[in-house]
């Protein structure tokens, strides 16, 4: 799949979407038990940004935030972690969107504070800016599309009206459903529609197997593919299991990483920030889902949506190991 050439000093790729503080426990225990929180930011598509900055990618967010400390303190962790931030946008009228993390024995549960936040009046004339245009890719997450309708036009905009440009001619679009129950304001019925026909108009899909499975009944990943087929590469993640990836008339399986989880959150975002690495180094189809593995592998070990990345060192020696290698790596020496 052919990437447009970088123009000099702009970001490979931008993300777009929403970005919050999140408040969450110092430790695994539930909310109601905690004298404190510890703030940390977190949305889906920055990790991603974050995510490649961290595996040396230029990489940069775009969104809104409100006039308020939160804002700042997003704007200055993401450019510590080296995400370019400058193309964000500040709300003087909204709020910056929220949320806080509830661990618990049966998996950790989030609490949404984004109704109405500077991010949901996101809209269609985003796509003016130049960032955009420049990218070689666009990334792009469910999660924006059940904000607001604004926001849901925006990323209709981008990716079934190519605003940015036609298929193969414009920007690379990367879509990650990124299915969201709670932030849906009409229910399953309405989310299943949307985000099919947002996932079959990008270049780029990267869909959880039960996902697909609770949205469009599609069980396994070869019907997953079926589905979306129009998409000329589509990653279905199915867990602990593996990734599958459809391109070019070709189906890649590669196994996951043995990972301990310390908690899911951001394990699906890191997923894509080295899938889409590899993707951007020009590496086969077996290392981009190996380098999305081991990005992965690194957020289910931490509380933190971003983790740290593995340095690349470790990262390429890793995907140059045969199949039995790959597979039976001991824990303890992921990184």
């Not at 703030?39 to 900055?53: H, K, P, R, T």
């Not at 200055?76 to 618990?104: H, Q």
């Not at 079934?160 to 001619?169: C, N, P, Q, T, Y």
Request: hydrophobic residues 45%; aromatic residues 4%.
């Amino acid at each position: 799949m052919p990437l447009p050439p970088p123009p000099t000093g702009t970001a490979h790729v931008v993300c777009v979407g929403e970005t919050m503080v999140v408040l969450a426990p110092p430790d695994g225990r539930p909310l109601a038990e905690q004298p404190s929180v510890t703030m940390a930011v977190g949305g889906a598509e920055s990790n991603v940004a974050c995510g490649l900055a961290g595996l040396g990618h230029r990489a940069a967010w775009i969104g809104r935030l409100g006039d308020d400390p939160f804002a700042r303190r997003v704007l200055a962790e993401l450019t510590a972690r080296g995400v370019d931030v400058s193309g964000v946008e500040t709300d003087p009228a909204r709020p910056t969107g929220v949320y806080f993390k509830d661990p618990a024995p049966t998996g950790t549960r989030t609490h949404y504070y984004r109704s109405g936040s500077a991010a949901s009046a996101m809209g269609p004339a985003m796509t003016r800016l130049p960032a955009l245009r420049r990218a070689r890719v666009v990334h792009l997450s469910g999660v924006a599309a059940a904000l607001s309708d604004d926001c849901a036009a925006l990323l209709e905009a981008i990716l079934v009206d190519r605003a940015l440009g036609r298929r193969g001619s414009g920007p690379l679009v990367s879509f990650d459903v990124n299915h969201r129950p709670a932030l849906w304001r009409h229910g399953s019925p309405d989310a299943a529609k949307s985000l099919l026909t947002l996932a079959r108009a990008a270049d780029v899909v990267f869909v959880g197997r039960d996902e697909a499975e609770a949205l469009w009944g599609a069980a396994r990943a070869d019907d997953v593919a079926e589905l979306l087929g129009p998409a000329p590469l589509i990653v279905v993640k199915d867990a602990e299991h593996g990734a599958t990836s459809y391109a070019d008339g070709s189906r890649t399986f590669v196994p996951a990483l043995p990972t301990e989880v310390v908690e899911p959150v951001g394990a699906g975002d890191a997923f894509a920030a080295g899938y889409l690495a590899a993707l951007l180094e020009h590496r086969d189809e077996r290392s981009r889902l190996r380098l999305g593995h081991l990005a992965a592998s690194a957020a289910l070990r931490t509380r933190e949506d971003v983790p740290v990345m593995p340095p690349r060192t470790e990262t390429d020696r890793r995907l140059g190991l045969d199949e039995a290698a790959w597979v039976n790596q001991p824990e303890h020496q992921l990184l």
